[in-house]
């Protein structure tokens, strides 16, 4: 999913900054920036977990010296706070996004839009957070529903840090202080959100309109909803608490579905094999 992501955001910023005018461009570069803080932060927590959980996995094996993951691990812990502490960028995404959502709540009309599309959902704020999630006992939810989760989700906590911040504000803190104060369950959060709503949404236009056939296609559909719902899983009881699951059996719909993917780690195993090349005999 981030290996479809990295390429996919470069391309689209250089056909933007080649196609807009300076003023649009300079627009772009805050949204490309507020997108690269949020992707270094969550690809590395996400990196950092997936290599703790692998080397579990392995058992004692896990501790071998071939196996690399120590030498992983010492890496990638380093680029958790290298180039930009994920702390510290995670409150810069934030307060792009929320720089936006306060012009639209100062009135004007002004719609909240971005050039590569990331804060567009924010224009609807009143409409997604009106809606809640509707699950049929016995389905699988598919990549549609996480992605209907993630942007409930950025609107949701949009709302809420704005109110968090106001309120902060309004108590005589200064700016910094007032935001500062505002990052715990609010800000951090909406920050990370933001950047895994808009990965996830390139990933399914990737798996809705690209020409993939067969096989091929399937996997990468459930790769999606794998995907995609055990990121919202993270974030189940914001779910919950905004009113977006209103049911007990919302969430073992959702946890249900996840576990209807766990064949697709088989599958990638073999299209792994497959696609390995073969060790040279002798």
Partial sequence: VWTHFCPTLFSDYTHALEASDPVKQA???????????????????????GIQESREA????????????GT???????????????????????AYILGHFAEKQAGGGRPITSPLGSLDI?????????GSFIG?????????????????LQCYLCT??????????????????????????????????YIECFVLKKFAKLVDNAPLEGNLKAITDKLCTLYGLSRAERHVSTL?????FT???DVRLLRTSLLHCIHLVLVLVCVMCEHTIPAAEG
């Avoid at 392995?58 to 993951?69: D, V």
């Avoid at 924010?122 to 009106?130: A, G, I, R, S």
């Avoid at 006992?137 to 409930?152: C, K």
């Avoid at 840090?161 to 700016?175: A, N």
């Fill in 160 to 193: 809420e840090s704005f109110m968090k911040l106001q309120t902060e504000l309004s108590s005589g803190k200064d700016g910094f202080i007032a935001r500062e104060d505002s990052q715990v369950y609010h800000c951090h959060t909406l920050a990370q959100v």
């Fill in 72 to 94: 992983l691990r010492g890496s990638v812990d380093s680029l958790l706070t290298a180039e930009g502490d994920n702390n510290l960028i995670l409150f810069q995404a934030a």
């Fill in 58 to 69: 392995c058992g004692g094996h896990g501790y071998l010296a071939a196996n690399q993951f």
């Fill in 27 to 49: 627009s772009l570069i805050k949204e490309v920036h507020a997108l690269s803080c949020g992707a270094k932060a969550v690809a590395g927590f996400i990196a950092r977990d």
């Fill in 240 to 244: 919950y608490q905004g009113g977006y």
């Fill in 122 to 130: 924010l224009d609807h704020c009143e409409d997604v957070l009106k």
């Fill in 247 to 249: 049911q007990p059996g």
């Fill in 136 to 152: 049929v006992e016995g389905s699988v939810l598919t990549h549609r529903d996480a992605v209907g989760m993630f942007e409930w």
